[in-house]
């Protein structure tokens, strides 16, 4: 009976052992190899926000650029008002910003009650603005029978007066677009003193201005120059083409 009881103790070891052998092994055997978990994080702080940058509002005091080929033009009249055209096509009313192509343009600006204006210019980059600057349509004399009725004859200067007074008042019934008036001073300044280029510009410009255009052939300066230049400009915008 004691033997027995002995064998059942052993086998009973021999059955445990294994078991608190192995239950030993996982207690202090080498470590589990599992990932470690990541601690979870806040998105909402690692997270940037991306902010939109405002857009700016668009300029209207700024005229928009020209398209590639073309040169922004700025034309003026004097008065305001005239009707402006380039190369026989109306671009607006002055003043205006026209684009125009670059290399040789027709302008044109036209007003009622004013002479027509026409100036033929080469445009480039960085042209800047062009004036025109009108005159007004002279005053033709009323049709009679057997033809138009003659210009009057110009005022005459008293006599005596020097050449400085007689172009002083020249200059001024020029101004005041007197033709008569300033046609008979500038004779007076011619008498004084004869061949005067000034003297022969106003007395050409205020022929025009009666529709004498024999007599603004006779007085046009002869030596080329701007007295020259400036008489024929100005016939012809009084509607007498000089040579």
């Not at 003026?76 to 005239?82: D, E, I, K, N, Q």
């Not at 106003?202 to 020259?228: E, F, H, K, M």
Request: proline share 11%; charged share 25%.
């Amino acid at each position: 009976m004691r033997a027995a009881i002995v064998s059942s103790v052993v086998l009973a070891l021999g059955v445990c052992a294994p078991v608190a052998v192995a239950q030993e092994r996982g207690a202090s055997g080498t470590p589990s190899r599992a990932k470690p978990s990541k601690p979870a994080t806040d998105r909402s702080r690692t997270r940037r926000k991306r902010r939109k940058k405002p857009t700016p509002p668009p300029r209207h005091d700024v005229p928009p650029a020209a398209p590639a080929g073309e040169v922004t033009v700025e034309i003026r009249s004097v008065p305001r008002g005239a009707d402006i055209w380039v190369d026989g096509r109306k671009v607006g009313v002055a003043p205006v910003t026209a684009r125009v192509r670059p290399g040789r343009r027709v302008f044109r600006a036209t007003l009622a009650g004013h002479v027509r204006a026409d100036t033929t210019l080469v445009v480039e980059p960085n042209m800047g603005y062009l004036v025109f600057s009108l005159a007004r349509e002279p005053t033709r004399p009323a049709a009679v029978a057997g033809g138009e009725r003659p210009a009057p004859p110009p005022a005459r200067a008293p006599a005596g007066r020097d050449y400085d007074r007689a172009m002083l008042d020249a200059r001024l019934a020029l101004r005041r677009e007197r033709y008569r008036d300033a046609l008979g001073h500038a004779q007076a300044a011619l008498a004084a003193k004869p061949g005067d280029p000034e003297a022969q510009m106003i007395a050409t410009i205020a022929a025009c201005g009666v529709g004498d255009a024999a007599r603004a052939r006779r007085t046009l300066p002869a030596a080329r120059g701007s007295y020259r230049e400036v008489s024929i400009a100005r016939c012809r915008a009084l509607g007498v083409t000089l040579p």
